[in-house]
């Protein structure tokens, strides 16, 4: 039973690899086509279409909340603290942290309502958070654990 679940797991992450690799050398067209059509006219669809494009690809943008990253003095926080992705690109904040945590846009500790991740269990992954549209550097902080800081870059 063990042997097998492993087995498919690694089939799925063969196959990943090889559509990440795809995706690397052909990505940034399709991604300035859509932030054009989210710009355009339908948001819904294009936001649609971007997270369907990170799904299928595999190739999931992640910061990982590390564990005891809720201590101030611990030097752990965001991994990677500067994260670059296209317009309209999905992120997920995967809290491998024993503390609860967000993401949240903003220069800490003032929230600007450009994205949020709500509150992160321990152990939880956030659901897929979409970036915005717009090139440019993007501050969050953690609303729980203000010291915690990190930077999304949409380009
Ligand atoms: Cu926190």
Redesign the pocket.
């Known amino acids: 039973m063990i042997s097998k679940q492993y087995g498919m797991i690694s089939v799925v992450g063969v196959s990943m690899i090889s559509v990440i690799l795809t995706i690397s050398f052909v990505g940034m067209v399709p991604s300035e086509i859509l932030a054009q059509g989210t710009n355009a006219t339908n948001t819904t669809n294009a936001t649609t279409t971007a997270n369907a494009t990170s799904a299928a690809a595999g190739g999931q943008n992640t910061v990982i909340?590390p564990f005891g990253?809720?201590g101030a003095t611990s030097g752990a926080g965001y991994e990677p603290p500067e994260l670059t992705v296209s317009p309209s690109a999905t992120v997920v904040w995967d809290n491998q942290?024993s503390?609860?945590?967000?993401a949240t846009s903003g220069e800490s500790p003032t929230p600007d309502g450009k994205f949020d991740t709500g509150v992160v269990g321990p152990n939880q992954v956030s659901g897929p958070v979409t970036m915005p549209a717009e090139p440019g550097d993007y501050r969050y902080f953690?609303?729980?654990?203000p010291f915690?800081v990190g930077t999304v870059t949409v380009q």
């Open positions: 909340m990253s809720s942290d503390a609860l945590h967000t953690c609303t729980l654990h915690l």
